[in-house]
């Protein structure tokens, strides 16, 4: 079954250290990945999207087919990237029928 | 543009009882998605209407069921509710087919506490 996993539900890091979020799927052919996050009294909406391959607010991911991984990634962690992160996937072409992982709440400290 | 909206925002039934939970997509939006977020749980997709038709189901049983009219917006309607059935309900809209992106724009939820 098409799964999306996310190992750690809580992760804690200090200001200015390098955080690494991981998200790891199941699916024999091609997803489409991306990284949804919530903050703090907002809607979940969408930080990055495996296809455009860009960086936004300072966070990349790639995508390792061999490994099946999608982790988030971002050098110098703020306190205002302190959030709830959710790994996605949608099978291409397939009607945005997105599926979700069960979310890392990341805590950066000050 | 106020985005999606979602009604009502809280509600409280009992088991056995129906419920019915309304959205409005965003505008130039006219594919909707339901979503079922339970405490501590990521959301698990329950079905998607576009053109007023169901196009795709997750595995939710047919207790679950939706509606979408032709100015695209959608109801869930869930009956002979359980406990189980306790969670944050989200609605999220897209662009569909005719210009798949990928981006899911959510609205704040409905949650529904059953008694």
């Known amino acids: 079954a098409q799964r999306v996993t996310q190992p750690e539900k809580l992760l804690s890091v200090f200001k200015g250290a390098p955080v690494e979020l991981k998200c790891n799927y199941s699916?024999?052919?091609?997803?489409?990945l991306f990284w949804y996050v919530q903050y703090s009294r907002q809607r979940l909406q969408l930080l990055l999207r495996?296809?455009s391959r860009e960086s936004i607010k300072g966070f990349t991911a790639d995508l390792n087919k061999g490994e099946t991984s999608f982790h988030l990634k971002k050098p110098f962690a703020q306190e205002e990237d302190s959030a709830m992160y959710y790994c996605?996937?949608?099978?291409?072409?397939?009607?945005?029928?997105?599926?979700f992982g069960a979310g890392t709440r990341l805590t950066v400290k000050p | 543009d106020a985005g999606v909206t979602q009604s009502p925002t809280h509600l409280i039934k009992t088991r056995g009882q129906q419920v019915t939970l309304r959205c409005s997509p965003k505008?130039?939006?006219?594919?909707v998605s339901w979503y079922q977020q339970a405490l501590g749980q990521g959301p698990q997709f329950i079905f998607q209407y576009y053109e007023e038709e169901e196009r795709q189901r997750g595995n939710f049983p047919d207790r679950f069921s939706g509606h979408q009219f032709p100015n695209y917006s959608s109801e869930l309607n869930v009956n002979a509710l359980l406990l189980g059935d306790s969670a944050l309900y989200l609605c999220a809209s897209s662009t569909g087919l005719k210009s798949w992106t990928g981006e899911l724009f959510f609205g704040e939820g409905s949650r529904l506490t059953v008694l």
């Open positions: 495996h296809i």
């Open positions: 505008s130039g939006h006219d594919t």
């Open positions: 996605a996937f949608s099978l291409r072409y397939n009607n945005n029928d997105m599926r």
């Open positions: 699916y024999s052919g091609s997803p489409e």
